[in-house]
C-alpha cells in the first residue's frame, strides 16, 4: 500500500514542476548536475542518524512555517490548534515508547485546499486545512495523526533519506530544486535540504509501499489504543474518494482514479474487521463527531472560500452547506453560498436561492453590504429593476464611498 500523504503536495509545497517530472526525469538532471561541482556528500546521507534527523527536521519546519506564515498560509486559531495539538499529544504519548529518542511532537495546520498530512519527522507535524474540512469527526483525524506520527516512531524519515542518500540522483535534487523551485531552500544547510526535499517528494509520493503498510497499521493501533473507534477509519479513503464535480486539481488528475485509495478502503476495512472488532469487544470508543464539528466548521467555510477563490464551484458549495448545517446562522456561508449560486447558476431557480441566500446572510448581519450588492445583481439579472434598485441603493447607504456608485446611479437614472 502506498501514502494517503501524497494527496496535494503541490499546493502545499509548490512542487508542481517536480511533480511533472518523472523519476527518470530526476535521474538525468542529476546526471547533469554530475557535471557541474554540485555533488553532494553522499556520506553525510548514508550516516543520517537520529540526531540528525531531529535537528535537520527542526530547521526544515522552520524554514516551512516562516514562508507559509510570510504567505498567510499557516491557519493561525489558537483554540483549534490547542485542539488538534491535544489530540495529537495523547498519541504521541503511546508513540514516544516505540521511539523514546524524539524528544516532543509538535502539530501544526497549513491553510490549502488540498488534502494532506506530512512529517519532516523529529516530530514535526503538519494537516492542511483542506483535510480538516474533509474529516466528519475526531476519531477520523486520530488516524490520520496517528498515520504521520507512525512514519515517525518508525523512522521513516531517517532510513528515506538514507536510501535516497544511496540513490545519487535524488540528493542532487536537492540542489536542482533549490535553485529554481524552493527559493528559500538555498538559505539552508545540505542535510536540511534533504529532510525538505525528502518530505516534499513523500508528500506527493508516499515514503514507499512498505513504510505506508506500516504506517497504516501502526496508526490503526495508536488511534485504537488513544480510546478511538476504529470503524471510522475505512471512511476517511471514502471520503477521500468523494468528489464534488470540480475538476480536479493536478495531483488528483493523476491519483484520484488512482486504485490506491479505493485498496486502502478495503485493506483498512479488512485490518479492522478482523483483527479491532473483537478487541472492541462491543465497547464504544470515541468519535465525537459533534465536538469536532463545532471546534471545525469555520475551517469549512474557509476552505469553502479558498475553493470558491480557486473556481471549483462543487467542493465551496459542498463545503458551505457543510458549515451551514452546523452553524445554520453563519452570515459569511450563507453571502458565499448565493454568490456561488449567483454567479454558476444561469436558471431562475437558481438565482431565486442566490437571493433566499442573500437575505438569510442580511438578516443574520444587518449591515452586510456586500450581500446587499450581491443581492442587488441577482434582481437585476431576474429582470427585478425595483427590488435591485432598493438592494443597490441600500449597499450605498452602508458604504458611502463605494466606487460603484456613479455606476449604479447610471444604470437606475436612466430608468
Ligand atoms: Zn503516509
Not at 514535526?124 to 474533509?134: F, H, M, N
Not at 488513544?226 to 474518494?241: A, H, M, N, Q, W
Not at 465497547?283 to 472560500?305: F, G, H, M, P
Not at 445583481?377 to 438592494?391: C, D, I, S
Amino acid at each position: 500500500m502506498e501514502s494517503w500523504d501524497y494527496m496535494g503536495c503541490e499546493g502545499v509545497f509548490k512542487l508542481r514542476k517536480l511533480r511533472v517530472c518523472s523519476l527518470v526525469l530526476l535521474l538525468i538532471l542529476a546526471f547533469l548536475c554530475f557535471s557541474c561541482a554540485q555533488i553532494v556528500d553522499i556520506q553525510k546521507g548514508l550516516s543520517f542518524s537520529d540526531e540528525d534527523e531531529i535537528r535537520e527536521a527542526e530547521k526544515a519546519a522552520k524554514m516551512f512555517e516562516m514562508e507559509k506564515s510570510l504567505e498567510g498560509k499557516l491557519y493561525v486559531d489558537p483554540f483549534l490548534e490547542e485542539y488538534i495539538s491535544g489530540i495529537g499529544q495523547k498519541i504521541a504519548e503511546i508513540a514516544k515508547k516505540d521511539r523514546p529518542i524524539i524528544p516532543f511532537y509538535t502539530f501544526k495546520i497549513v491553510h490549502d485546499p488540498h488534502i494532506n498530512a506530512f512529517t519532516f519527522g523529529g516530530g514535526y507535524i503538519y494537516v492542511t486545512s483542506g483535510l480538516i474540512a474533509t474529516l466528519d469527526n475526531e476519531a477520523q483525524l486520530a488516524y490520520i495523526l496517528s498515520h504521520e506520527i507512525a512514519h515517525v516512531s518508525k523512522a521513516h524519515i531517517k532510513e528515506g533519506v538514507k536510501a535516497r542518500a544511496a540513490m545519487l540522483g535524488a540528493l542532487n535534487l536537492a540542489y536542482i530544486a533549490s535553485s529554481f523551485l524552493v527559493p528559500g531552500l538555498a538559505r539552508l544547510g545540505e542535510l536540511t535540504r534533504m529532510v525538505f526535499i525528502y518530505t516534499a517528494l513523500a508528500a506527493v509520493n508516499g515514503h514507499g509501499r512498505k513504510q505506508e503498510s506500516e504506517a497504516d497499521r501502526v496508526g490503526i493501533e495508536y488511534a485504537f489504543r488513544s480510546g478511538y473507534d476504529p470503524r471510522e477509519i475505512p471512511k476517511v479513503f471514502e471520503l477521500i474518494l468523494k468528489t464534488y464535480g470540480d475538476p480536479p486539481p493536478l495531483e488528483q488528475f493523476f491519483y484520484s482514479n488512482h486504485p490506491t485509495n479505493r485498496k486502502r478502503l478495503e485493506e483498512t476495512e479488512r485490518i479492522v474487521e478482523t483483527e479491532y472488532l473483537e478487541r472492541l469487544g462491543g465497547r464504544e470508543l470515541r468519535v465525537n463527531k459533534e465536538s469536532y464539528q463545532k471546534r471545525t466548521w469555520k475551517v469549512v467555510r474557509d476552505v469553502a472560500i479558498l475553493n470558491y477563490e480557486s473556481k471549483r464551484y462543487g467542493t465551496a458549495k459542498a463545503l458551505l452547506k457543510k458549515a451551514l448545517r452546523i452553524e445554520p446562522n453563519d452570515a459569511i456561508s450563507h453571502y458565499y453560498l448565493a454568490t456561488v449560486y449567483r454567479e454558476t447558476g444561469g436558471s431562475n431557480e437558481e438565482l431565486d436561492i442566490a437571493i433566499a441566500e442573500y437575505k438569510k446572510a442580511i438578516e443574520s448581519k444587518p449591515d452586510f453590504g456586500d450581500a446587499y450588492f450581491g443581492l442587488g445583481l441577482a434582481y437585476y439579472r431576474k429582470g427585478l429593476k425595483k427590488e435591485a434598485k432598493e438592494a443597490f441603493e441600500n449597499y450605498l447607504r452602508l458604504n458611502p464611498d463605494a466606487e460603484e456608485r456613479g455606476e449604479i446611479e447610471r444604470q437606475f437614472n436612466q430608468q
